[in-house]
């Protein structure tokens, strides 16, 4: 299925990215009055690192993914779970019945959509009073490791910057007009990572890659080169974990 930007290459490096941060997620689900065997939508699904634990809380996960290759990660690393159905999908165009989830959530593919269409879907599939939810994984940008990889790529990289997902996407779940009652929760986590693994979740980062262009390469040298001048393997990196919260209207 088309999307504006083809993650087919990018499907086995998103593997390697780090997983969430479970309690700013559970903190949300508890709030929602979620339960073993409420359904959920984890739309822009990827290779699966929100939908697995989603799945071993006992909820009934449906997975939509657009590309093939990350869907095909997915299934393989979610296999052997009875309660995930992965599927084909957009954001805006999920092709899921309507009022049919108790939640649906983003796991660092929000701002990737058309904002307002994805939101306007999203209420389209939630049942009365369901819970949209939004979430990604920030780098600790004032680790000094993480400081000096900022650094590097932006000497590299002339005006780098993160878009949409470092924002806070209050503004625009509340212009939508669907949602009420929107909250915010985070949490840390250190993701302990081998420097070779560390580097293919860095080819996994799209954002980086579009626009760093035909400097991607060179870029990815010189991120690799201020891991090893640590001269630690593996590295510790510690990241937060976001979370939006919305009730939907009604």
């Known amino acids: ?33 979620l339960k073993p065997g409420s359904r959920v939508c984890d739309v822009g699904a990827g290779t699966g690192h929100l939908t697995l634990p989603l799945v071993r809380e006992g909820f009934k996960v449906v997975a939509i993914e657009p590309n093939d290759a990350m869907r095909k990660n997915g299934q393989t690393h979610t296999a052997g779970y009875a309660g995930v159905l992965w599927r084909e999908g ?3 165009r999920t092709g899921e019945p309507p009022s049919s989830f108790d939640l649906v959530i983003f796991g660092s593919s929000f701002n990737v959509t ?3 269409e994805a939101l306007k879907e999203t209420a389209r599939i ?37 878009g949409t997902r470092r ?4 503004s625009v779940i509340e212009a939508s007009g669907f949602f009420k009652d929107i909250r915010a929760e985070e949490g840390n986590i250190r993701h302990t990572q081998s420097i070779a693994d560390c580097m293919e979740a860095w080819r996994s980062h799209a954002t980086l890659q579009r626009q760093a262009g035909p400097r991607f390469e060179e870029v990815l040298v010189g991120i690799e080169e201020v891991l090893r001048s640590v001269h630690q393997d593996p590295i510790r990196i510690p990241y937060t974990t976001r979370v939006w919260a919305a009730l939907l209207k009604g």
């Open 126 to 162: 939630l049942k009365p009073g369901g819970v949209f939810a939004c979430l990604w994984n920030h780098r600790d940008l004032t680790d000094p490791l993480q400081s000096a990889i900022e650094n590097k790529i932006r000497s590299l990289v002339t005006g780098y910057r993160y």
């Open 1 to 33: 299925m088309k999307t504006d930007w083809d993650y087919t290459f990018l499907a086995d490096a998103y593997l390697k990215r780090p997983e969430y941060a479970w309690d700013p997620i559970r903190r949300v689900l508890t709030e929602a009055g």
């Open 114 to 116: 058309d904002r307002f």
């Open 167 to 170: 924002e806070d996407p209050t």
């Open 90 to 92: 957009l954001a805006e």
